[in-house]
DNA sequence: GCCTTCTTGTGAAAGCCATCACATATTCTA
DNA sequence: TAGAATATGTGATGGCTTTCACAAGAAGGC
């Protein structure tokens, strides 16, 4: 039964899935029953299976699921059948280190468009692409038709920059900046900040 | 009520509500109510309470909580109070920005010792400290009592990384590597991975 | 001092999520 | 070919999480 409402925290782990499928294929697998999957992704089979069935019926009674099938089908559900253009604000040292990260074009996303607000920089070229004047956004974002962008700005300049990014139609924001910044409906957000994510251990140690 | 078994979920929101609670403070707060706070975080009022709750009474009715006392609470229980001495292990453009990354003293953690397995990296002089080589881990953790590591390598390299970690005492682990790694019971992992992340917001796109 | 307004902490209810357990189908072995 | 083993998809169950709603306490105005 493929659309119902699927519950976000099931979207949420549908790039696990895809990921360990991934690695399955280079290993050589053709088949992956949902307890293996699940043992190398510390899930029970059962969750596997009721997460794959909200998009439908994937596996075959006995064997498994087909890997390289499986995988193509949940790219095909998270849209990322295709690449994606992205634009990355802030090219400090985190900046830098997202420009010249290889992996993201075979998860479907490309870096094309790079921001900063720093004179020194702009002009510069990193990882092939030139860093534009932040105050270019509006015109470029919209050429380019970006709907996704990477925050990698300091805290300061956090939200004045996400509500630009906004304006100019962008949809998905994947912010670094340490803050919880506000979007309106239909956007969506993911918040990466290494320090939350330490202190979230810390409470059992 | 200080001590039942926290729910993991509560703990997870627990260092949101630290961090929002010190911007607050740096806006010159001294009470906040729970209705602004879940403003603030996208969060009901009623769930914070709740979630509170759990540690003790901190509000006072009628007034809400005193900011600055509330702050340093959450600070014990997250048992962030003192700072945490922290292993980078691979330093890359990521590790680089890590070490760099002047945010962690103020949350807690302090980047005392690096790795790499580049001869050509080892002994260089990176935010001040001196790049080790990966086979002096087990001796330089130990020396230093490390018990939280930032692990950003390779994920070719992640699995075994982890594993020297853990024999080290290592018990809480902070996975930039796009990879899922398998720990012992008592072990704390927490992943980044930013395509995991863009690729969850794709779906709805 | 009194009344209004505000806010917390919490039992109860509602809603959401994970697990269980099994009918069903396929594969493997001999 | 038959029987054992394997594995999916799913209704039912149980547990966990969030929200609701209110008693009780505190603050502010006059």
New interface residues.
Partial sequence: MPVDKVPDIV??R???Y???LN?LLEEGYEMVSSHELGR???ISPAQIRKDLSHFGEFGKQGAGYDVKYLSTQLKH????DGV?P?ALVGC???G???A??N??VT???EIVLIFDNDPAKIGQVVAGKVIHDVADMPRLICEYGI??A?VAVPSSAAQATVDVLVRCQV??I?NYA???I?VPPGV?V?N??????????????
Same sequence: chains 1, 2.
């Fill in positions: 979207v949420g549908l790039p696990l895809l990921r360990t690695y190398r992704l510390g559900i998270l849209h990322v994606w992205v400090g040292a985190l830098h280190a997202l010249n990260y992996g993201f998860k479907g996303f709907r996704i990477i949809r998905a994947l340490p803050i919880n506000s969506q993911q990466i900040d290494p320090s939350v994510h330490l202190q979230r251990m810390t409470y059992y140690l």
